[in-house]
């Protein structure tokens, strides 16, 4: 692991000197179980990124944490390596779900994990849960939702599952003993919707709820298409409207960014108009809605159905979905840009 971590370093260190050393403003370590990193190395790369980047003042570092990969000591450490907050992959409070996820944790775990983040001095706590889960009833996502509200997270990510291709889930759900319901998935948003904000989170993107001033500084910066950074395998980044994607294989990788070769696998230069595109999917998840100027080559008549079904309206120079078009974010989307 420690050679993975040098690896990471010396890639931050060669892009460094290709983007002229930017402030950065948000750090995002996540995508797989990063809490698994033995602390020492969690520090040491946070510490070099420290020592290679300017960070602007207040830059909010997160961490992606699994409740059964770490303890008190590990804890410490992720506070003294200078994390502010921590997204915690809860997924479920309910033992029949957990298992059906195959999570090795259990509700006790979770509330523990949260306890240890905030004695370690990080009070910015963010749980994440999933609906829609094969098997998983509207009241063990009731109890799920209200147990999370009982720990006072800082921030709720609610999450409908997907089936992506080469999962066990995805070869199920194929092979039909698992099932996609509308109806499911509907009454499970809706209820996250009432109780979270009914709690005083605010509902500000499709699947995130935060209390004021807790919503995530790195994703909202990603929805408004603020350039991003991305190390490490299949890390993507994207840049003044270029966009490249990491080699996949870890010990490919390793070798490549060894000799201070490329590491990338995948390059596009995009255009304005895909550049557009990509606003509208992503802002108008948000309760900011998408501004107008990205809209300019979705024909009036489409934009107008939308607004007269009251799905969406306009916000001055916003347009923002509302009530039912909420849940229905993919399908509008799709309906403005095909």
Known sequence: MGYFVEGILREAKLRSASINAPIIDTVYLGGGTPSMLPP?????????????FR????????????????????????SQSGVTRVSLGAQSFSPDVLKTLGRTHGPRE??????????????NVSIDLMFSIPGQTLDQWRESLELALELFPNHISAYNLTYEEDTPFFTRFREGLYTDIEETNASMFELAHELLT????????????????????????????VDYLGLGPSAVSTISGRRWKNIPDTAK???????????????????PAQLDLER????????????RRHLSEVPPTRIEAIVSERLADWKGEHLVLQGQGTMLVDSIVDHLVS
């Open 110 to 123: 979770i509330k523990r994990s949260v306890d240890l983040l905030r004695a370690a001095g990080i009070e």
């Open 40 to 52: 020492d190395l969690i520090h040491k790369l946070f510490d070099g990124l420290g020592d290679i």
């Open 55 to 78: 960070f602007a003042p207040g830059t909010e570092i997160n961490l992606e944490a699994n409740p059964a990969t770490f303890g008190k000591s590990a804890a410490k450490m992720f």
């Open 253 to 271: 990788y390793l070798v490549q960014i060894s000799k201070g070769g490329s590491t990338e696998s995948e390059v596009e230069t995009l255009t």
């Open 198 to 225: 009914s709690h005083g989170l605010r509902h500000y993107e499709t699947s995130n709820y935060a209390y004021p001033g807790y919503e995530s500084r790195h994703n909202k910066g990603y929805w408004r298409g």
């Open 280 to 291: 509208i999917a992503l802002m108008l998840r948000t309760d900011a809605g998408v501004h």
